[in-house]
């Protein structure tokens, strides 16, 4: 049996493992760290690019493990994983029996798809997080006559959205609709880029301004643009749409999940899908958007503070309720009192924040230095890219958590760009900004600053007029 003592433990190569050990490096690199992580081959960030303060783009990639060594000398790779942490005295056992004495410890196990069950092996259930899977489901929609399309997050939506000629199924759990992802407006912009691929010309730039009423119904300035709908309630339309065959094109089915999926190549339809409401849909597949479940797959002496998320809750410094154990990433729920423009939600972006501010922290701890918050958590931002276009999203870019009492202002250009500001009280809560808009360190400031943006009216996404002149 083997003993090894450490300053720093790190468990979990994802990005968050490998951004905290990076950022110790750095910081620390005269101190011994162990990584625990099961695989070889660990993630890579690369390609870091600063937008903004707090807008940062990156490529994520693997690599081999030993890579890390060139970075940090005083690394140490054990390839196991954690199997009990006893955080009483401080030590961690792994599977294969190594026993690590740590002083500080960062959790970075991530999340595991939440996957349906029996379903691992059939080609027709899809599961989807990102563009690349989409890409690879729109080749399948040509063929498929039904589909069973299940979870509640931006991505479901957006393919229920952008999708026609098929008959929709649509399982949620929840009794509501909610897009935490794309809007559908931005859908739609997305679905007219596909339209308008062989003519790719710029036509007009609509500018549009659309008002939530306490009802939660919309309401448009401009009342011709009423018909254009893009509210809270934009399925609903969609519900109405009847398909070849003379049925609803989409069916909504609330609270309800999958109970299991059978495979039967002979029947009509190849895929039996049973909801735990008891009803059972026949489809040509399925698609899986159900997002990822916090990963604690090790024992303890004594379980931490979870989040309502099931994560391990952490605080401004992603320390969990006990001390000197640290976690970041997919695994941690964000138990601080957040800031106003700031939220949770799983994406790489978080995962490299978080880390960082977990190796500041435990740093800081080791070192005895006070630390402060990481800036990068006044603000949520996300960049990724979705059908080649560039995409931003900053803040409560979907009005999240305003209730109904907010503003939108879009202006989209087909092929070429989709902004759309949140307003509030004339102040800007969010924005998403997809193609080169130039607009998002702008955009940072205005809700960083809270900059009262009512003197402007419309004319801010106004082209012919150069916002940027306004505030300097
Ligand atoms: C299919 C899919 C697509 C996604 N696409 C995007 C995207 O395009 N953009 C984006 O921003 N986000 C995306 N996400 C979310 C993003 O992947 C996660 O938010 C991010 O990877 C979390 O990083 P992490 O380091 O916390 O966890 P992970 O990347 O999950 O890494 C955790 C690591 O810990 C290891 N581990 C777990 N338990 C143990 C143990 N007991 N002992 C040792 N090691 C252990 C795991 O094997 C794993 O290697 C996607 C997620 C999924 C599932
Ligand atoms: C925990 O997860 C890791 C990484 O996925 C895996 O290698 C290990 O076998 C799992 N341990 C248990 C007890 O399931
Ligand atoms: C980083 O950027 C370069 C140049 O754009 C690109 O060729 C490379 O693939 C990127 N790296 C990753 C990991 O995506
Ligand atoms: C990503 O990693 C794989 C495997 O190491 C490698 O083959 C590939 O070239 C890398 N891609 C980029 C863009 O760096
Ligand atoms: C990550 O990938 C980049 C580009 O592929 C490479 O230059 C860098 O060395 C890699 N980092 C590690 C730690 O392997």
Redesign the pocket.
Known sequence: MSEINTTYLIVGGGIAGVTCVETLAILHPEKTLVLVT??TLVKNVSNVTFFAKTIVNFDVNETEATSLQKIHPNLKIIYD?L?HLDTEKQKALT?KGVHIQYDVICIC?GGIPRLISDSKNSKRVLGIRDTESVKDFQQKLKTGRRMVIVGNGGIASEIVHATSGIEKVWVIRDDYISATFIDPGAAEFFQETFKNENERKNQNTVLRRHIYSEEDSLVSLNKNLKSAALGPDWYRKLENIKSDRGVQELEIVYKAEVESVLEDNKNEYPLRVQLTNSQLVECDFLISATGVEP?V??TWDKVPEKGQDGGLAVNEFQETSIKNVFAAGDVASAAWEHAPHWFQLRLWTQARQMAGMAAKAMHGRITNQEVLQDFCFELFTHCTKLFGYRVILLGKYNGQGLGTDYEILLRTTPNVEYIKFVLKEGKLQGAILIGETDLEEMCENLILDQIDLSPFGDDILNPDIDIDDYFD
Do not use: I, R, V
């Open positions: 099961a695989s994983s199997k599977d196990t990963s797959n090790f």
